[in-house]
């Protein structure tokens, strides 16, 4: 399987603030995607990073609040903007693609105070 | 919307019993994929089902995928404590992404 490295693993922010999370790859990968788990739950899909090209976002999820880049098949980085507590969570990023199944991420657990 | 319910999302048994946990949904998935999460880590993929009324095994777990693909189960035969951890299940769709489950969390008391 792929491995995924993302930085940073956990962080603690200002409300209003924005913080980068940066998932790498060691592969060139087709798709990544991006979800969000709030402790002890389940994953929700924010965005399917495409390269190249604007990222295709789920419902309730807009662009303007998680701006994600991929500027290549072994990189993305989402983006959580003007924070408030409520986007306290843990963000995961995961790859798949023919050679091998999906792969997740470590995850980078968010707290904004 | 895809959805799926997975049951039950709370689980607490003693070492050696057996347990069976539920996925369903609405909708026909391509495949269907069980996960393992423990704490601080992501999901690691446990099965990929994909044939209706498919039946895979993995050690002391059992997976089925209904024979409509839209249903499945894991069973975990003498539960160990090494067992513990957030089960999740997940369809895929016909564009790669993933719908997950609520969850189970499972506890195995020793």
């Known amino acids: 399987s792929a491995v995924i490295s993302q930085k940073p693993s956990r962080d603690i922010c200002q409300r209003g603030t924005s913080l980068t999370i940066q998932c790498q790859v060691d592969s060139q990968v087709t798709m990544m995607f991006w979800y969000r788990q709030q402790p002890g739950q389940s994953l929700t899909l924010i965005a399917t990073a495409n390269q190249g090209s604007e990222a295709t976002y789920e419902s309730g999820f807009v662009i303007d609040k998680f701006p994600i880049s991929r500027p290549n098949l072994t990189f993305s980085t989402l983006t959580v903007s003007n924070m408030s507590p409520e986007d306290s969570s843990i963000y995961l990023c995961?790859?798949?693609?023919?050679?091998?199944?999906?792969?997740f991420g470590s995850g980078t657990r968010l707290t904004v105070v | 919307t895809q959805l799926l319910e997975q049951s039950p999302q709370f689980l607490s048994i003693q070492e050696g019993e057996n347990l069976t946990v539920y996925c369903n949904s609405s909708?026909?998935?391509?495949?269907l994929q069980w996960y393992r999460q423990e704490p601080g880590e992501g999901p690691v993929l446990l099965v990929t089902?994909?044939?209706?009324?498919e039946v895979k095994k993995l050690k002391r777990l059992t997976f089925q995928f209904g024979d409509a693909r839209k249903d499945s189960s894991l069973h975990i035969t003498a539960a160990q404590p090494g067992d513990t951890g957030l089960y999740l299940c997940?369809?895929?769709?016909?564009?790669?992404?993933?719908?997950f489950g609520q969850g189970t969390e499972l506890s195995v008391k020793p």
């Open positions: 909708s026909v998935f391509s495949s």
């Open positions: 997940a369809g895929v769709t016909q564009g790669g992404k993933l719908i």
């Open positions: 995961s790859v798949t693609g023919q050679e091998y199944g999906y792969t």
């Open positions: 089902v994909v044939t209706g009324g």
